[in-house]
Structures are given as structure tokens and as C-alpha cells.
T-cell receptor, first 114, second 111 residues
Framework: KAGVTQTPRYLIKTRGQQVTLSCSPI?????VSWYQQTPGQGLQFLFE???????NKGNFPGRFSGRQFSNSRSEMNVSTLELGDSALYLC?????????????FGSGTQLSVL | EDQVTQSPEALRLQEGESSSLNCSYT??????LFWYRQDPGKGPEFLFT???AGEEKEKERLKATLTKKESFLHITAPKPEDSATYLC????????????FGQGTTLQVKP
């Protein structure tokens, strides 16, 4: 079974621009979660999508948004980029059926904002 | 506020020198406690899920245990390939897809 795939692997943007990151979950997984990882804050939850609906949301500003498609693939968008948005963005998938869900992570997209 | 704290931040061991990593948590309710391993430039790799106090799980040189307030990851006779950052995370009820992570312990095993 293929793992979680994230594209692109690296991105360089300038302040004020917007960016879209893509995630393909493990086949059969219907839940996709997004996390931001920085050296100072560690891993922080952004949001979770299940069956094309946002089911849970973390404490990030509205500049961070996402969506999920009918094939469970997900995209995350960050508008009006700030220097502090530089981070590793990780996508994780699970079957989403509830209980203590084991998340499977992709390798991430490293975003640098200049 | 739900919180996870890991210690130590960094740990250097000689090959074969056993040790333990600590993860303490304060949460409103525990659905599960997770251990992950993360190598540089990669996403976290799942190791274990623990559900209730007294539970233990093993995989090769790693053994995870859980009490009501903390979890330990015991590493027996580590090898250089065990060098990585080990992350502890908890999931609380009603929070689908959300894991609360600790800051991690970076382990270096020298040959």
C-alpha cells in the first residue's frame, strides 16, 4: 500500500503571496489532518477533514484553509504569507472511524517564506 | 489545558546503553497515547498506541508503558540506527484527527 504523499516537497515564497499544498492519503483512508511543525512550537494541529467536511479545527488564523475532494485527497491553502509561516507542513491520514486513531504521516512540504 | 511534556530534550547514549524517555501528560480525558519516531527531513513514523494505565507494548528494542500520568519509552541495548527524535502525543475525546504532541526527545546513539 502506498503511503501518504505530499507535494511539493519544497516551496519558497515571498511575504504576501499565497500557497497551496497537496496531500494524497493512504488508499481507503477518509480522514486527512494537517499539522504545522516548527522548531519553536513543535507539531501543531491545523484542521481535519472527513468525507469532504471540516470536522475539527485548531487555533490558527483564517489565512489557513483547506478542503477535501471526493477521492479523499486534500489541499491546504495559506493566503497572505508571513515570515512566521515558514515551517514543515505535514499531512496525516487515518480511516476516520473514531476511537484512538493511528495517524500516518507524509514526509511533509517544507515552506520557506522570504 | 491539555498538555504533553517530554524529557529529556536530548539524550546521548553509547551503543548498548539502555535508557528511558519520559512523557508526562495532563488531559481532560485520554482516548489514546501515541509514540512516534521522526527522522530528519521526514514525517513522524508510528510506533505504538497505548489506551489505558498498565498497558505495555513492545517492538524490537523498544517498549512503551503507560500510567495515569505518564508514559515511558524504554530503549534496550540501542543501536546507532535508533538515533532519531521520539515524539509522544495524546488524543482526547471529541477531537478527531487531533493529536497533542510533546516537544520530543532527540536521541543520539554512538557506536
Amino acid at each position: 500500500k502506498a503511503g501518504v504523499t505530499q507535494t511539493p516537497r519544497y516551496l519558497i515564497k515571498t511575504r504576501g503571496q499565497q500557497v497551496t499544498l497537496s496531500c494524497s492519503p493512504i488508499s481507503g483512508h477518509r480522514s486527512v489532518s494537517w499539522y504545522q511543525q516548527t522548531p519553536g512550537q513543535g507539531l501543531q494541529f491545523l484542521f481535519e477533514y472527513f468525507s469532504e467536511t471540516q470536522r475539527n479545527k485548531g487555533n490558527f488564523p483564517g489565512r489557513f484553509s483547506g478542503r477535501q475532494f471526493s477521492n479523499s485527497r486534500s489541499e491546504m491553502n495559506v493566503s497572505t504569507l508571513e515570515l512566521g509561516d515558514s515551517a514543515l507542513y505535514l499531512c496525516a491520514s487515518s480511516d476516520g472511524t473514531g476511537g484512538a486513531e493511528k495517524l500516518f504521516f507524509g514526509s511533509g512540504t517544507q515552506l520557506s517564506v522570504l | 489545558e491539555d498538555q504533553v511534556t517530554q524529557s529529556p530534550e536530548a539524550l546521548r547514549l553509547q551503543e548498548g546503553e539502555s535508557s528511558s524517555l519520559n512523557c508526562s501528560y495532563t488531559v481532560s480525558g485520554l482516548r489514546g497515547l501515541f509514540w512516534y519516531r521522526q527522522d530528519p527531513g521526514k514525517g513522524p513514523e508510528f510506533l505504538f498506541t497505548l489506551y489505558s494505565a498498565g498497558e505495555e507494548k513492545e517492538k524490537e528494542r523498544l517498549k512503551a508503558t503507560l500510567t495515569k500520568k505518564e508514559s515511558f519509552l524504554h530503549i534496550t541495548a540501542p543501536k546507532p540506527e535508533d538515533s532519531a527524535t521520539y515524539l509522544c502525543a495524546v488524543q482526547v475525546p471529541g477531537n478527531t484527527g487531533k493529536l497533542i504532541f510533546g516537544q520530543g526527545t532527540t536521541l543520539q546513539v554512538k557506536p
